[in-house]
């Protein structure tokens, strides 16, 4: 009969108690993680994994292999407290703190009779397979289907939310549009304040100069902007739409820009114009992050990283907001890919959409396959299908639509001007 409440123990001492219980015949199973926040798909885990035998043993993760696989900022939970939570479910028998970055070694020791893994996991993304195969280990995948994720909710209770009580309707020198409360001011008392005087572009560094738009990046008083200016306004969403996403993806728990002024009004030659100004986004862009990274990195951090994009992308899809053009530089990385939704922040919001109920593979197939067409430059094939199988919830077997729909679209925007130019660079396959 199982204890109530299991025991956490150093390697040794499990060892020997695992001895004594085998001796009784009793069958192991074996299962690992970070747990770090305990959330109810850790929970459904353990329990279907206590169910395939007599002892249940976790492997926790210790602090230094959380943080090199999640990045900076975790763990949240230190490595003691979490293994006493892990122990306090029900039908784990016995909890060990282990320093690896993979339990090879303590499978070696342990010899379980099953391994158990959630189900992100599959024969060919389970890091220890190859010596399951080798010790005759069983392994099981349990749990739901990754529907609960510990950066999903890091990303919910740390969001940069902008009160909506914040937000001020402004006119300025004939122009109409919206404000962060104070910033109108401060961007006046820099000569940033009118849509004339951003349109004038005299301030700052150009980052990006588009046929009917222009960015640039501004340094003021300790603080740094980027002004997006259209002159010659076309039809579509305008600044205040783009101010409105912003504001949208924070409210949700995801991560952009601080929006401080979006104004809209005629230009000096007295066309429609408009103008938005937002704060930087701390970190830099996912292509270059990328570029720089991906040569040098091992298999663990590559998966981390398509992990951690996977689960970004799905958690903007599942808050059902469509980002057509989700370019991997219009993605920037606050540490490392790896922290997900709490780690990257969506930039050029101006034509997000929502999905009426949810998102299917039509609606999602737009901004999927922008970021694989960008992504092929410095990624590889393997690592896009890593990606996507993380946006799926660690699976592929159900993909044939999306992968479908993501081909199709690849196929009629692959020609086009930006892509074109991403293609000459040279990607890899």
């Known amino acids: 009969m199982k204890a109530a409440r299991g025991q956490v123990v150093a390697e040794a001492a499990l060892l020997e108690a695992l001895a004594a219980r085998r001796a009784a015949g009793a069958r192991v199973v074996f299962t690992n993680g970070g747990f770090d926040l305990l959330h109810v798909g850790h929970v459904r885990m353990l329990t279907e994994a206590a169910t395939l035998g007599d002892v249940l043993v ?3 993760n210790d602090d230094a292999s959380v943080r090199a696989s999640k990045g900076p900022g975790r763990p949240l939970v230190p490595a003691a407290e979490r293994a006493e939570l892990i122990a306090a479910v029900a039908g784990v028998d016995y909890v060990v703190v282990f320093a690896d970055r993979t339990v090879d070694r303590l499978l070696r020791a342990v010899r379980p009779d099953v391994h158990a893994k959630g189900r992100d996991y599959a024969d060919a993304t389970l890091p220890e397979a190859a010596t399951n195969r080798a010790l005759g280990i069983a392994t099981a995948y349990v749990g739901d289907a990754k529907g609960h994720a510990t950066s999903d909710l890091v990303a919910r209770l740390g969001a940069p939310v902008v009160a909506l009580d914040r937000v001020e309707s402004v006119a300025i020198g004939g122009a109409a549009g919206l404000a962060l409360r104070g910033k109108a001011r401060f961007l006046a008392a820099h000569g940033l304040g009118d849509l004339p005087s951003l349109l004038a572009g005299t301030q700052g560094t150009v980052v990006l100069r588009h046929a009917t738009r222009t960015v640039r990046r501004i340094e003021v008083s300790g603080e740094v902007v980027y002004a997006k200016v259209e002159p010659e306004a076309r039809r579509g969403p305008g600044a205040l739409d783009e101010f409105r996403h912003h504001l949208a ?15 809209e009004g005629k230009g000096p030659d007295g066309r429609k114009a408009r103008a938005l100004v937002t704060k930087e986004a701390r970190g830099t862009p996912l292509d270059a992050f990328l570029r720089a990274r991906m040569p040098a990195a091992g298999a663990r951090d590559r998966a981390a990283w398509a992990r951690g994009l996977g689960v970004a992308v799905r958690a ?18 606050d540490g490392s890919p790896a922290g997900g939704p709490a780690a990257l922040t969506f930039l050029d919001l101006a034509r997000l959409d929502r ?6 593979p039509k609606d999602a197939a737009p901004g999927l396959a922008a970021l694989a067409l960008s992504l092929r430059p410095f990624t590889t094939a393997r690592f896009r299908l890593a990606v996507l199988r993380a946006y799926l919830g660690g699976s592929l077997s159900e993909s044939r639509a999306w992968r479908d729909a993501i081909g199709k679209r690849i196929e009629k925007v692959k020609d086009r001007g930006t892509f074109r130019a991403l293609a000459a660079e040279g990607g890899a396959p």
Request: hydrophobic share 55%; aromatic share 4%; net charge positive.
């Open 316 to 333: 903007l899809h599942t808050a059902r907001f469509l980002h057509p053009d989700l370019l991997a530089h219009h993605l920037v990385v």
């Open 249 to 263: 993806l924070r409210a949700a728990g995801l991560r952009a820009p601080e929006p401080w002024l979006a104004l």
């Open 58 to 60: 976790v492997g926790v």
């Open 355 to 360: 999905a009426r109920v949810r998102v299917t």
